[in-house]
């Protein structure tokens, strides 16, 4: 049988986490790290991402460059996968406009991968405008292997 306090513990943990409070320290140790974000220097989506992530709790450092698609390959993202920007968070590369429940949640698994990324440029996704017209797909980048679906929004 629990003891009163340890059961009164019990109850308040549940109770916070089917509310979804219980996310706040998840999401603080997973924006303790410092991202750094390379754009194109005119690309505004790109900076309402930045702006998405500075809301959420990150420390955002923007590089603007000309050389993107260098940076994205060296980071280890396939070309033909790449977003619109790249970013890293210790030493992992991420692609595009990744929602940042899929981003804290991967940032707190600390999967043995590259990264994630999310192609192109959808219409609906974070710092992006317009309406979703399909669901988000976002991609694990592990080496030397195809990109696979990690997480869909």
Request: glycine share 12%; net charge positive.
């Amino acid at each position: 049988m629990l003891r009163s306090c340890n059961r009164r513990t019990l109850l308040a943990g549940a109770t916070l986490a089917l509310t979804g409070f219980a996310a706040g320290p998840l999401l603080a140790s997973a924006t303790a790290e410092t991202v750094t974000l390379y754009k194109d220097p005119n690309c505004g989506c790109c900076q309402n991402y930045v702006d998405y992530l500075r809301k959420n709790g990150f420390e955002v450092k923007v590089v603007p460059t000309n050389n993107l698609g260098e940076i994205t390959a060296k980071a280890g993202i396939p070309t033909d996968f790449a977003g619109c920007h790249t970013f890293k968070i210790g030493h992992y590369a991420f692609g595009g406009h990744i929602p940042i429940a899929i981003l804290t949640r991967f940032l707190n698994e600390r999967p043995q991968l590259i990264g994630l990324t999310v192609p192109g440029m959808p219409a609906g996704s974070p710092g992006m405008g317009g309406k979703k017209t399909e669901p988000l797909k976002v991609y694990a980048v592990a080496k030397g292997q195809a990109p696979t679906i990690y997480a869909v929004d």
